[in-house]
């Protein structure tokens, strides 16, 4: 496995971890959405619309971040924020003891919530397709997991993947949780609760050793080539 698809993996299996903490958190948003009040028609359509503009929302959170890094490695400093965001998560893990916040009503997010809310007074195809949106930008401890994974791509096109397969992966569980309640207990959510710290960790120390072990690659002149995923994106020849 190339360390390219070692990090779309990452991506993906954190979205699927993650969405068990979203059943907890965002479960009941999604089963409390007005699907009834639609024509039978359009319900499904409704729902995939849903899930839609919350994938739109983590891919332009990830296209930010991912611009946010590429604008570092140009400035040869992916290294360090490979290392600093390896350490923020092994910390924040340790800190909160895998605990994760989820919907956090603070004066920041009432811009959020309060048109989600009118969105649900009121439903429709753009009203799903907003109140999806909307979600996405929630605060959520496993999304800020997912964007320190992608500010270290070093690209704003990788940083958008990785947000996108990212939001693939907490598809499943959230639909799941709508057709299927019964499949998650109380007590199953909170069995599969104990893996989320782990993926924190785990994460935190493959970015770490990513920055660390990332050999460096210089020019003729000596100065360093930054490098992506850790293969050389191009070289930089000197006239002397």
């Known amino acids: 496995m190339n360390l390219h698809t070692l990090w779309w993996t990452v991506a993906l299996t954190t979205g699927l971890i993650g969405s068990l903490h979203c059943v907890g958190m965002c479960g009941p948003l999604a089963m409390a959405l007005p699907v009834g009040r639609l024509p039978r028609s359009q319900r499904g359509l409704a729902i995939g619309l849903y899930h839609l503009g919350r994938v739109t929302a983590y891919t332009g959170l990830g296209l930010l971040m991912g611009t946010i890094g590429q604008g570092l490695l140009l400035a040869g400093l992916q290294r360090p924020v490979s290392i600093a965001a390896g350490l923020f998560l092994l910390l924040w893990a340790l800190m909160n003891r895998g605990v994760f916040p989820g919907l956090a009503m603070s004066r920041a997010s009432r811009w959020v919530v309060q048109p989600m809310t009118r969105f649900l007074q009121s439903p429709s195809l753009r009203a799903f397709t907003g109140l999806g949106f909307l979600n996405g930008l929630l605060p959520c401890g496993f999304v800020y997991v997912a964007l320190a994974g992608a500010i270290t791509t070093g690209s704003s096109a990788t940083g958008a993947a990785y947000m996108v397969l990212f939001g693939l992966g907490t598809v ?61 994106t191009g070289v930089v020849r000197v006239n002397q």
């Open 172 to 232: 499943p569980a959230l639909l799941a949780v709508r057709f299927l309640p019964n499949l998650f207990s109380v007590s199953i959510r909170r069995k599969f609760t104990l893996f989320m710290p782990v993926v924190t960790v785990a994460l935190g120390l493959l970015l770490l050793l990513r920055g660390i072990y990332n050999p460096a690659t210089t020019d003729r002149t000596g100065r360093v080539i930054p490098l992506c995923h850790g293969s050389r």
